[in-house]
């Protein structure tokens, strides 16, 4: 997989959830509930005056079914309790995850070496403004993308799909990539050599690829480059103001439009990105990620990432 797909995306399900065991929780409240009192109350009323006419009639009375009959009317009819006692925790995660932090795990080695398979992440839902759950609209700024983030996003191709890039270009950069190098708005990159990279994912040829420490206008990061890849973008899709870029056998350049941002993987010559499907909406925006919380295979990869 050359795309960075994200797993576990199912905020709609969860709004449903949250709704519906919301609903019969609320009504259970401030009606059921009622009504099963109002019916113990006459079912108990009934009890003391059948045993105040038989201790009348000089009848000895146990009273200690008493309790146990109105435990009995009060008791929550079995669906009524589940879901009850799920809509809080539900409501919970709802809020959790639509407006402070969300779970992904990285299904494939795009982001490599930044991020690898199999590593869970956490990404902040609020890092660039308040969105509407399910339906991602923006209600409160907060701040906008920079270059150098590692932004989470509905991939436009299939808003259904979450997808994981660096923000390499933001609305009017000029964003060139000639040779495997990139230049934002003029001003060439620099790049520092590194050790070769060990592909750990590649468990057949246990491959290195040649590694780099690239200065993002400010934000350095690692990325790899392989020698034997084509320098040329070959086959990019017919995407929304393709005419803003220009292609050929050395490489691209692309002016990114307003409210729109251009994306790339760490792992350059592995990666289907802006290079190939275009431009990044910012009503498509998901979130900032920035801590790797698990990854079963590589306990000592837990923690933040630039």
Same mark, same amino acid.
């Given at each position: 997989m050359n795309g960075q797909a994200i797993l576990g995306n199912f905020a709609l399900i969860l709004f449903v959830l949250t709704i519906g065991t919301g609903i019969v929780w609320f009504l259970d409240v401030f009606y059921l509930a009622k009504q099963r009192r109002a019916k113990a109350d006459a079912a108990l009323a009934e009890f003391d005056a059948r045993n105040a006419k038989l201790k009348a @009639?000089?009848?000895?009375? +146990? +009273? $200690?079914?008493?309790?146990?009959? @109105?435990?009995? =009317?009060?008791?929550? !009819?079995?669906?009524?309790?589940?879901?009850?006692? &799920? &809509? !809080? =925790?539900?409501? %919970? =995660?709802? &809020?959790?995850? $639509?407006f402070l932090y969300e779970p992904f795990k990285i299904p494939s080695g795009s982001m490599e070496p930044t991020l690898i398979a199999g590593d869970f992440i956490l990404v902040n839902k609020f890092a660039y403004g =308040?969105? %509407?759950?399910?339906?991602?609209?923006?209600?409160? @700024?907060? $701040?906008q993308p920079k270059r150098g983030d590692v932004m989470v996003f509905r991939y436009p191709e299939d808003p259904s799909t979450d997808y994981i890039k660096r923000v390499v270009g933001v609305p009017g950069d000029k964003i060139v990539y000639k040779n495997k190098r990139l230049t934002v708005n003029g001003q060439k990159l620099s790049y520092s050599p590194l050790p070769d990279y060990l592909d750990e994912a590649d468990d057949v040829s246990l491959a290195y690829r040649k590694q780099l420490m690239e200065n993002l206008t400010g934000v350095q990061h690692r990325i790899l480059n392989f020698a034997e890849s084509p320098t040329d973008v070959r086959f990019p899709s017919d995407f929304p103001q393709r005419e803003l870029c220009a292609y050929d056998a050395e490489g691209f350049a692309c002016s990114v439009p307003a409210g729109h941002y251009f994306m790339m993987g760490d792992n350059r010559d592995n990666s289907k990105d802006s290079r190939y499907w275009g431009f990044v909406p910012d009503e498509n925006i998901v979130g900032k990620a920035f801590f790797v919380w698990m990854n079963f295979s590589h306990l000592k990869r837990i923690g933040s990432f630039q």
């Open positions: @009639e000089g009848i000895k009375l +146990d +009273d $200690s079914g008493r309790a146990a009959l @109105e435990a009995s =009317v009060l008791r929550q !009819p079995t669906w009524i309790e589940y879901s009850g006692s &799920f &809509f !809080p =925790v539900i409501a %919970l =995660v709802f &809020f959790v995850r $639509s =308040v969105r %509407l759950p399910v339906l991602n609209k923006k209600v409160i @700024e907060v $701040s």
